[in-house]
C-alpha cells in the first residue's frame, strides 16, 4: 500500500523524540567510564552522604527533609543518591547513569514542552537536539555531583508540562494541574532553589504562546499561589543556608555589584554563543570601574535587548498573528535571561560563574537558534546548517567529556585552561592559561586545594586579586 503525505509525516513526528533521545545518550554515553572526582564528590553530597549507609527503614527520610546537607537543603538532591547507592553500590557508572538518564529525558521534556507550547513539530525538535548535543552540559551530565542541574530541571519541565495540560481547560481539570505543578515545583526547590524561576517562565509562556483569550483570573491566582510558595520555602530555609551556600562575610561596593552582574551575562552570553575553553573553574576579578567597552557596547546592548523582549512581549499579547510568528523567540529571550539572574551577585555566594548554571536557561538559547535555523529559505541550506551546528556541538561534548573521568585529568585541564576573566579583557578569549609570573604559578598549584576550598583570605572562587607568595 503507498504510503500517503500524512503517513510519512505521523511517521517522521514518531522518530523525532526517538532522534532526540538516541542523541543524547551517545554524546554522553562513554561519561559511564568516568569515576569520582575530588571535586564535591569526595563530600556529604555522594561519598560522605550521610543517608547512603543508611539502612533502608524510611526513617532518614524525614530526617532527610529536616536538615541541610553540607550547607544546602536539598533533600530530593541528597535522597536521589541513595537510590543509585540501593542499585549500584558505589560503583561509579551507576551515578554517571542516573545524570545520562536524567539528560536524555530532560532533552525529550524540552522537545515535548517546545512542541506542545507552540505546536511547531520542527521547531521542537531542532530544539530538543540543540539541547540534547550543547556542550556546554558537559559539567551537568559527566560530573556525578552534578545531579542537582538535570534532576531540578527534570521536575521543573514537568511542572510546566503539568501546568499546560491544564491550561484552556475545565475548572476542575485546571485545578489540579495548577496544584500538581506547585508540588513539582517544590520538590524541584528541594533539588536546587534556583528552579523558583518557573512561575515567571510559565506566566511569559501563557503571555506570549497561551490559548487565547487570557483568563487573567486564573494567570493572577496561579502566580499568587507558585510564587507565596516559593517565598514561603526560602524563608523556611534561608537559615539552613547561610555560611556555606549563602556567604554574608562577601561585601562588594555598590559600582563593584553593577560591573560584577554585568559581567556575569557577559561571560554566560559568551559561553553560550561559543562553547570552548570550557573549564571547571572561573576566576573573575571584581574591578571598581568600568571599562569603556563595557559602557559603551555591553551595557548598551544588554538594556537594548532587555527592552526589545518587553516591547515585543507587548506586542505579542495585544497581536496572536505575531504571537505566533515570534513569540517562541521571545519566550527564549525570557527563559535565558530569567533563568540566569539567581546565578548573578544578588545574592552573595562562593561562585559566581559555571557551565552547570547554564543548564535551565540554555533551553532558550536552543529555542532562539532552532528558530534562527528554521528560518533559512533554502531548504538545502537549511538542513546543512542543522546537521553543521549539531555536528561541531557533538563532536565539542563528545571531546569534553573525559575531562571529568578522575581528579587528574580534571584539574590538569583546570591548571591549562583557567580563564582569568578581567572586566578590561572582556570580550576576548584567553587561550591555554599561561602565567607570565613563574611565582604566580608556583602559588596556584601548591594551593590549589587551599584556594578551591576558599581558606586563605583573598583567596576563593571570586578573586580580587591573585599575588605571589
Same mark, same amino acid.
Given at each position: ?9 505521523r511517521q517522521s513526528r514518531d522518530r523525532a523524540p526517538f532522534t532526540v533521545a538516541l542523541l543524547s545518550f551517545l554524546?554522553? +554515553? ?30 532518614? +527520610? ?6 541541610? !546537607? ?37 532533552? =525529550?521534556?524540552?522537545f515535548h514542552l517546545v512542541r506542545t507550547m507552540t505546536k511547531r513539530p520542527n521547531l521542537a525538535w531542532v530544539t530538543g537536539i540543540l539541547f540534547a ?70 506566566? @511569559? ?55 560584577? @552582574? ?15 575553553? =570550557? ?19 555591553? &551595557?548598551?546592548?544588554?538594556? @537594548? ?7 515585543? &512581549? ?152 591573585? !599575588?605571589?607568595?
Amino acid at each position: 500500500m503507498p504510503t500517503t503525505p500524512n503517513d510519512a509525516s505521523r511517521q517522521s513526528r514518531d522518530r523525532a523524540p526517538f532522534t532526540v533521545a538516541l542523541l543524547s545518550f551517545l554524546v554522553y +554515553i562513554h561519561s559511564l567510564r568516568n569515576g569520582f572526582v575530588n571535586y564535591d564528590d569526595i563530600d556529604e553530597r555522594i561519598l560522605k552522604n550521610p543517608f547512603i549507609n543508611t539502612p533502608w527503614d524510611w526513617s532518614f +527520610i524525614p530526617q532527610a527533609f529536616s536538615q541541610a !546537607t553540607a550547607g544546602y537543603y536539598d533533600p530530593v538532591y541528597v535522597l536521589s543518591y541513595v537510590l543509585d547507592y540501593k542499585l549500584w553500590g558505589m560503583n561509579p557508572a551507576g551515578f554517571h547513569f542516573g545524570n545520562l538518564l536524567l539528560h536524555t529525558l530532560n532533552s =525529550l521534556l524540552v522537545f515535548h514542552l517546545v512542541r506542545t507550547m507552540t505546536k511547531r513539530p520542527n521547531l521542537a525538535w531542532v530544539t530538543g537536539i540543540l539541547f540534547a548535543v550543547h556542550p556546554v552540559h558537559v559539567e551537568s551530565v559527566a560530573w556525578a555531583t552534578s545531579r542537582k542541574d538535570t534532576l531540578s530541571l527534570f521536575l521543573a519541565l514537568l511542572s510546566m508540562l503539568v501546568y499546560w495540560v491544564g491550561a484552556g481547560k475545565g475548572v476542575r481539570k485546571y485545578a489540579v494541574c495548577a496544584a500538581g505543578s506547585i508540588a513539582l515545583l517544590m520538590l524541584g526547590m528541594m533539588t536546587k532553589p534556583t528552579v523558583a524561576v518557573v512561575p515567571g517562565m510559565i506566566l @511569559f509562556a501563557e503571555l506570549l504562546l497561551g490559548p487565547r483569550p487570557f483568563s487573567w483570573r486564573r494567570m493572577v491566582g496561579f502566580q499568587s499561589l507558585a510564587w507565596g510558595a516559593v517565598l514561603v520555602f526560602v524563608a523556611a530555609t534561608y537559615s539552613m543556608t547561610v555560611g556555606i551556600a549563602v556567604k554574608e562575610t562577601i561585601h562588594f561596593t555598590p559600582l563593584q555589584h553593577i560591573g560584577l @552582574f554585568f559581567d556575569l551575562y557577559a561571560y554566560f552570553i559568551k559561553i553560550i554563543l561559543f562553547p570552548v575553553n =570550557l573549564c571547571a573553574l572561573y576566576l573573575i576579578e571584581v574591578k571598581d570601574r568600568f571599562d569603556p567597552l563595557t559602557l559603551v557596547l555591553f &551595557i548598551p546592548g544588554l538594556l @537594548f535587548l532587555v527592552g526589545w523582549m518587553l516591547v515585543e &512581549i507587548k506586542r505579542c499579547v495585544v497581536d496572536a498573528d505575531r504571537a505566533r510568528r515570534y513569540g517562541p523567540e521571545v519566550w527564549g529571550a525570557v527563559v535565558f535571561f530569567a533563568g540566569l539572574l539567581p546565578y548573578t551577585n544578588i545574592m552573595p555566594r562562593t561562585i559566581y560563574l559555571a557551565d552547570r548554571y547554564l543548564y535551565l536557561p540554555s533551553i532558550g538559547f536552543c529555542l532562539i537558534a532552532a528558530s534562527i535555523l528554521l528560518r533559512i529559505p533554502v531548504v538545502r541550506l537549511r538542513l546543512a546548517g542543522i546537521i553543521m551546528v549539531v555536528v561541531l556541538y557533538g563532536a565539542l561534548t563528545v571531546g569534553r567529556v573525559p575531562v571529568w573521568q578522575n581528579s587528574v585529568i580534571l584539574w590538569s585541564d583546570v591548571t591549562k585552561k583557567r580563564i582569568w576573566t578581567q572586566t578590561a579583557n572582556m570580550f576576548s578569549w584567553r587561550g591555554p592559561m599561561v602565567s607570565r609570573d613563574s611565582g604566580e604559578r608556583r602559588f596556584w598549584n601548591t594551593n590549589r586545594w587551599a584556594c578551591l576550598r576558599n581558606r586563605i583570605p583573598g583567596c576563593g572562587w571570586t578573586w580580587r586579586k591573585l !599575588t605571589s607568595p
